[in-house]
C-alpha cells in the first residue's frame, strides 16, 4: 500500500508551507479518518475510499458528538487531501464530491471591549525590567497591529522600519503585506530594543526572545495574553487571536473601510472579513432594543 498521507503532508510543509500547528491538525485529521476505515471497512488503500465510506465517517464523528465546526474541519482536510491525490493522477473520481458538509451555527469571533484594552496599555503595571516590555510590547503588536500569533514569533529586526512606521509581515501562504503603526507603538518598539537580552545565535535575528535569548515559542505567547487579559475581561476565550479579532472589530466599529481591514489582516478574500461588520450590526441591534421605545 502506498503512503500518500505522508506524501501529501509533506506537500503542505514544503510547497504549501503551512504553519506548524496548521500542518499537526490536518495529520491529526487523516490519522483519525483512516484509523476508523480501518476498524470499520479493514485496511483500504486511499484510492480504495468510497463516498459512502466517509459519510459513515461522519455519521460517527457526529454521534461522537463532535460540534459542526470541528467535523467541517476534519471534512476540509478530506477535501484537501482527496484534492491532492486527484491532481496527481492517483485518483481518477474523487469520493469527496457527494459529501455535503454539515450546517454551523454563525459565531460571531469574541473580541475585548476597547475601554478594557484601554485599561491594560494605560492602568495596568507591568515589571519595568525586560519580560514585563516584552510582554507589554506583544500585547501591544498583536492589537494594534492584528498580528496572527506565528507573525508575532516570525517577526524579524529587519522587517520593522521604524522611519516608516510599518511592519512587513510574512502571513499565510508567505503573503506579504504592509501594516502601519502608531508613534507610541515605535517608542514601546524602541524601550523594548534598549532592553533585549543578548539573543541565542538561532535566535538573533527575530524581534522577540525569551528571558535566556531563545526565541519565542507559541505556549509563552499564549500565557503572556491569557494571564493579562484575565486582568481586564470576563470573556470566556484569551487567546492571542482574541486581539487580531479585537483589532478587527474596533477598527469596524470605528468606520474603517472593509477592503482595508482585508488588507491588513491579510485575508485572501473579503468572505473572511466580513464577520467583523456583523459584530457592529449586532451592537447597532443591541442599542435600538434598548433606546427605542417601541423595540
Known amino acids: 500500500m502506498v503512503n500518500y498521507q505522508d506524501e501529501f503532508i509533506d506537500y503542505l510543509q514544503i510547497e504549501k508551507k503551512y504553519a506548524v500547528h496548521t500542518i499537526t491538525a490536518y495529520r491529526s485529521d487523516l490519522e483519525q479518518f483512516f484509523i476508523f476505515i480501518k476498524v470499520t471497512y479493514g485496511e483500504l488503500d486511499s484510492i480504495a475510499i468510497q463516498h459512502t465510506f466517509i459519510r459513515s465517517w461522519i455519521v460517527h464523528l457526529m454521534n461522537e458528538d463532535h460540534s459542526a465546526r470541528s467535523v467541517n474541519r476534519k471534512i476540509s482536510t478530506l477535501k484537501s487531501y482527496f484534492k491532492y491525490l486527484i491532481r496527481n493522477g492517483y485518483l481518477k473520481v474523487n469520493p469527496m464530491q457527494k459529501i455535503v458538509s454539515p450546517k454551523m451555527a454563525k459565531r460571531l469571533p469574541e473580541y475585548v471591549e476597547e475601554p478594557q484594552l484601554a485599561t491594560l496599555f494605560s492602568s495596568i503595571e507591568f515589571d519595568p525590567g525586560f519580560e514585563g516590555q516584552r510582554d507589554r510590547l506583544i500585547l501591544e503588536m498583536l492589537y494594534t497591529c492584528g498580528l496572527r500569533r506565528t507573525e508575532l514569533i516570525h517577526l524579524k529586526i529587519w522587517n520593522i522600519d521604524l522611519a516608516q512606521q510599518q511592519l512587513k509581515v510574512l502571513g499565510k501562504g508567505n503573503k506579504e503585506r504592509i501594516i502601519p503603526f502608531s508613534n507610541a507603538l515605535k517608542k514601546s518598539i524602541q524601550h523594548y530594543q534598549t532592553l533585549r537580552v543578548q539573543p541565542q545565535e538561532e ?78 450590526i449586532e451592537k447597532l441591534k443591541k442599542t435600538y432594543q434598548q433606546a427605542h421605545p417601541r423595540s
Open 203 to 280: 535566535a538573533k535575528d527575530f524581534l522577540f526572545v525569551t528571558s535566556k535569548g531563545a526565541k519565542l515559542y507559541d505556549s509563552l505567547v499564549y500565557q503572556v495574553v491569557t494571564e493579562q487579559l484575565n486582568l481586564v475581561t470576563t470573556i470566556h476565550k484569551k487567546s492571542p487571536h482574541v486581539l487580531r479579532h479585537s483589532f478587527a472589530t474596533h477598527l469596524s466599529n470605528n468606520g474603517a473601510d472593509l477592503n482595508a481591514i482585508k488588507e491588513l489582516l491579510g485575508h485572501a478574500n473579503l468572505a473572511a472579513t466580513q464577520i467583523y461588520t456583523h459584530n457592529s
